[in-house]
């Protein structure tokens, strides 16, 4: 932490503090000679006499804002300032303690950018993606949901998870929600299966379900993986007809081979 002190009149700095001193790149003898104004770019001296005022007329203990720093080659620094007056000594000072924010912004940052790349990858997978809460209202859906199922994200997004289902599932989905809760037994959580999913024009088609478990802040939701594998079925089938077709064939062809023999 940085610590400041500074005469409530003049503003020159008293007295900055090693970690302080280190970070702006600046000696004792040199911040000595500055104020508060020198090291922060966003503030006039009006300005400044404005921010102070609160404390000068005893409306408040301490002020506490963000701003930058600026260092002795012209690089920047968020800040957090908690700044206070004290008029206990010989003359009233201004004391501050100061966070340096660097490391806060660059994780806040990168966690920014990390939910970008997860946002544009759940847009553009070719699966639906669904997360729903303890009850199952869907909470954010897809584009590609929108595409398996036929309902707009709007059309889904709040409503119950179960109106992608029919029966005999649709009825069944909020009480296995319910004695998963109370039981912890599981069904799709965290193993997947195949089931069928119901369009928005009734029509039914078989579908991967793979579904995990999330608690954030003491909440639970769910995320569902979903893929329509029509046309892997439909090749499924017509593989299994072509080998009971090469079987007829064949068998065939062993008993016209048995009779030529029996004839000769």
Known sequence: NEIYLFDAGTLRFEHVNRAARENLRYSLAELRRLTPLDLKPAYTRESF????????????DMLRFETVHRRSDGTHYPIDVHLQLSTRGERPLFAALILDLTE????????????????????TAVDGIITIDETGVMETVNPATERIFGYTI??????????????????????????????????????????????????????????????????????????DITERKRAQAQERGLIRENSARAAADRGEQRARFMAS
């Open 49 to 60: 006499a404005r921010l102070l005022e609160p404390l000068r007329r005893g409306e408040t």
């Open 104 to 123: 806060r912004q660059r994780a806040e940052e990168a966690a920014r950018e990390a939910a970008e790349r997860l946002r544009a990858v759940v847009a």
């Open 154 to 227: 709007e059309e889904m997004t709040g409503r119950n998870v179960s109106m992608l289902m029919p029966q005999p599932y649709r009825g069944e989905h909020d009480g296995y929600l319910a004695r998963y809760r109370a039981t912890g037994e599981r069904r799709v959580v965290g193993i997947g299966r195949e089931l069928v999913g119901r369009r928005k024009d009734g029509t039914l088609f078989p579908m991967e379900l793979a579904v995990s478990e999330t608690v954030l802040d003491d909440r639970r939701f769910f995320t569902g993986i979903v893929r």
